[in-house]
């Protein structure tokens, strides 16, 4: 006759009359499913009800709530964490991937996460991901490539004006005084990243326009070095 084991058994049986595993699982799955509900109720709170999204209105409330301007780089960095799709725009489905990630169900909650948020979009293996979203979040119409000169000024200015101010500064002057560009691309608009971070500045030592530059920055550094003598 064929031995048996009994060791299997044993083990599920073990497994399914675990009363603390079970008791943690339940609590857990309980304190989650709270936190969703708060967070869904915050999400009420700025949403307009017609269309089930925050949107321009709600943020502007969302902002005074949080004691931060509509134009502060965090509300950006907001909605690269919630990888919203439509500037000035929260969905509650980005709204709940954002917020539960933050681990915050509460204004208050919220407010205190925004210095966290900012410390980790401004990782370099973040960074980069954010500058690029920056450019996409801005894309507003449907089948929109590129953006007009002064509004990307103005991006420049949010997303990387506190870390490479003197860049930056000569950099909007220019774009704002040339004609030959109406509107910069997002490849333009990396290739402004990869000046800011790799070119020294300002005498521009290091700047080889053999390389692969998009065509508007060998102009700038064209013009910077004529005024350089």
Known sequence: MPRTSSKKGLTGSAASTNPAADLFRSASSKAASKELERIDQLFHTYANASSGM????????????LEVEH???RILMLAWKMQSEKQGYFSLNEW????????????????????????????????????SYAFQYCLTEEKQRSIDIESIC????????????????????YLRTQIDYKVINMDQWMGFFRFVNEISFPDLSNYDSTLAWPLILDNFVELMREKQG
């Open 96 to 131: 709940r991937k954002g917020l539960k990630a933050l681990r915050a169900d509460t204004v208050q909650k919220l407010k205190k996460a925004l210095p966290e948020l900012e410390k980790e979009v401004r990782r370099p293996s973040n960074f980069v991901d954010f500058y």
């Open 54 to 65: 925050i949107d321009p209105e709600g943020i502007e409330f969302l902002c005074s709530d």
């Open 154 to 173: 103005l991006l420049l200015d949010l997303v990387l004006g506190s870390q490479f101010r003197p860049q930056v500064d000569t950099l909007i002057q």
């Open 71 to 73: 134009t502060d780089v």
